[in-house]
């Protein structure tokens, strides 16, 4: 069995043949869906990519969660399909309360691009079990709201649930609280992720291949299922 991952392109997207990309390369079967489309046309898990969705108009990811496409990850996300949101992605399952919190403004108010040092927190998602807990990897980063916000409530219950996946090392590029870098739902199929590890998955292209754990980690968990 060959895992089939979806990969929505919105107007404005700019990461999304990087993420089908990076599916074929850890091994599964890239499929393009499109924002006006509410057929997920039968894939095991969906990538919303990075990008600037609807022009970033109103907020980040407030236009594209009323999107045709999105109305069926919403309920097939609730009914355990596997998705990740990677940037923008990430913004777009707050905005569709997927994900608890919100990504704001990042506190230096400047656009961030560098290449990242993260520490992966939880390997108990879909899309985190190839990677070990307390693995650091390298991964790019490129946005302007990328702060991660939640009252302490919130906080305190992903911390206490595992919820973290992944968190920032070294000076926080962004004032993420607690230097959160993505989360997870309380199933684990959901995973927002700010910064890129489609990015990160050749040798020539990217500062690493360490992003690449986070595709063979879906596919492999598809193929077992």
């Known amino acids: 069995m060959t895992a089939r991952i979806g990969v929505i392109t919105f107007p404005g997207s700019l990461d999304d043949r990087d993420a089908l990309r990076a599916v074929k390369l850890a091994g599964g079967e890239p499929v393009s869906l499109w924002h006006a489309d509410a057929d997920l046309r039968g894939v095991d898990a969906v990538i919303l990519p ?3 969705s609807y ?5 980040c990811g407030a236009i594209a969660r009323f999107a045709p496409a999105m109305a069926s990850v919403v309920d097939a ?6 998705v990740l949101g990677i940037c923008n992605g990430f913004q777009v399952l707050c905005e569709s309360h997927l994900l608890p919190g919100a990504l704001r403004r990042n506190h230096h108010l400047h656009f961030r691009n ?4 993260l520490r992966i927190e939880s390997t108990n998602t879909r899309w985190t079990s190839d990677y070990q807990q307390g693995e650091e990897i390298l991964i790019p980063l490129k946005s302007g709201e990328g ?3 939640a009252d302490e409530k919130t906080l305190d219950a992903l911390e206490a649930e595992g919820r973290v996946i992944a968190r920032y090392v070294g000076e926080n590029p962004n004032g993420s609280l607690r230097d959160i870098a993505g989360i997870t739902n309380e199933a684990g199929n959901v995973v927002g992720l700010m ?3 489609e ?3 050749e040798a020539l292209t990217g500062p690493s291949t360490d992003g690449l754990g986070f595709f063979t980690s879906v596919i492999r968990a598809m193929v077992a299922a």
């Open 50 to 52: 990075g990008g600037f």
């Open 55 to 59: 022009g970033d108009y109103l907020r």
């Open 77 to 82: 996300a609730r009914g355990g399909l596997p």
């Open 114 to 117: 560098r290449d990242q040092v």
């Open 147 to 149: 702060a991660y916000m």
């Open 195 to 197: 910064p890129h590890p």
């Open 199 to 201: 990015h990160a998955t």
